[in-house]
């Protein structure tokens, strides 16, 4: 069975600097897009990154230039690299990926557990 397992948060000082990464288990047939989303309190979840099978990535305005998304495909992983942190940052992030588990199975729409990220000093 296809799960999302996301590990890497963590309370870090403002200016500080935090990798998250989520890992498709159970050996999945292929995976597609794959994206990280955060909700912090009281907020809607919101798009942080999202990166293609073939690499292409896409940002948030508001992590433009501090994050980096990136994936190794024959690990079926994705990272967030998370520079230059603010308070701002401070929620719960999601992994997100659209995976097709069998070969004989259509591709559906995965989501990770959530793992906190708190900026604070």
């Known amino acids: 069975q296809v799960q999302l397992v996301e590990s890497g948060g963590g309370l870090v000082q403002p200016g500080g600097s935090l990798r998250l990464s989520c890992t498709a288990s159970g050996s999945p047939f292929s995976t597609n897009v794959m994206r990280w989303y955060r909700q912090a309190p009281g907020k809607q979840r919101e798009l942080v990154a999202s990166?293609?099978?073939?690499?292409?990535?896409n940002y948030a305005d508001s992590v433009q230039g501090r994050f980096m998304i990136s994936r190794d495909n024959a690990k079926n992983t994705v990272y967030l690299q998370m520079n230059s942190l603010e308070p701002e940052d401070t929620a719960v992030y999601f992994c997100?990926?659209?995976?097709?588990?069998?070969?004989?199975?259509?591709?559906?729409?995965?989501w990770g557990q959530g793992t906190q990220v708190t900026v604070s000093s």
């Open positions: 990166i293609t099978s073939g690499g292409t990535t």
């Open positions: 997100y990926a659209h995976i097709r588990p069998k070969w004989n199975v259509a591709g559906r729409e995965y």
